[in-house]
């Protein structure tokens, strides 16, 4: 077995490159994320609760809960681990295809690596896979259960409501440009079984969808978050150059590079197992403090 869920809620990392970005986009919810850090911290702020002996309690039952293989939260952290695994040597075949592009003498390296928009495409859309099937874990309800998912993006909050944030701005807008939806919908609506499998995220992953069509699921769970992300999108006014404006207040980058920017951001943060361990420990100790 891995390591506790207290282990890794008390291992997340207060400073750094993730912590610097997902702190840049602030703005784009409000408040919403405050870097909790530490079991015991965490206890305290989503109980309310100080008293020793309780807190003692409610993490032991918390572990118990995690330790449950029955249960999904396991799963649910493995799943926020390996798609951030993933996007992180996406970045860097996206970065060596850059240099591919931009120095003759390393043009091989095209036929090496994916190119971008494709792999990021599809990269975006494996995030959107893996926040309802962890959403399924966490809750215990089936892994095709995409109306519930969809319904209850309209109360995430917290880290919840930060990370999709960040994949519409860092997995979207900065790579993809102001119409990702569209085109990352019409790469993941053209991809195969086959197409996919170059994608190590979907590889890894593809045991626990749903189905014997993985990619016609892949489509359908990208496409009913579609409006959502376009609603969330212009209800804010977000645009690349928006978010790269913030970016740069906490980040030196160039901004007319924003196809290095989405390589850099994919290489240099795991935004997306940093707020979903913060996720399930969330959960983990609202059901723990309930059955105590």
Known sequence: MGKSIVQLVDELPTSGMTITVLNALDFVV??????????DRTIKTVTGEDDPGLISQIKDR??????DEGEGYQRAVWLYQTVDTAASALGTAAMANKVGQDISFLGFLQNLTPKPEKAQAIDLGMKIVVELLAYCQINGIPGDSIGDFLGSLADYGGESKMRMAAI???????????NFIKAAGDWIGSATQSSLEENEAFRNIQKMIPGSDKAAFVGQAFNSV??????FVSDRGLSPQVVLQHLQGFVDIADDKLDYVGAFLDMSTNYYYHTGVQTVAKRLIDRAYAEI
Not at 168 to 178: E, I, M, T, Y
Not at 226 to 231: A, E, H, L, P, V
């Open 226 to 231: 579609s409006s959502w992300m376009g609603d």
């Open 30 to 39: 409000p408040g919403e994320w405050d870097n909790l850090i530490g079991f």
């Open 62 to 67: 918390a572990i118990e809960l995690y330790n």
């Open 168 to 178: 519409v701005c860092l997995d979207g807008l900065v790579p993809l440009g102001p």
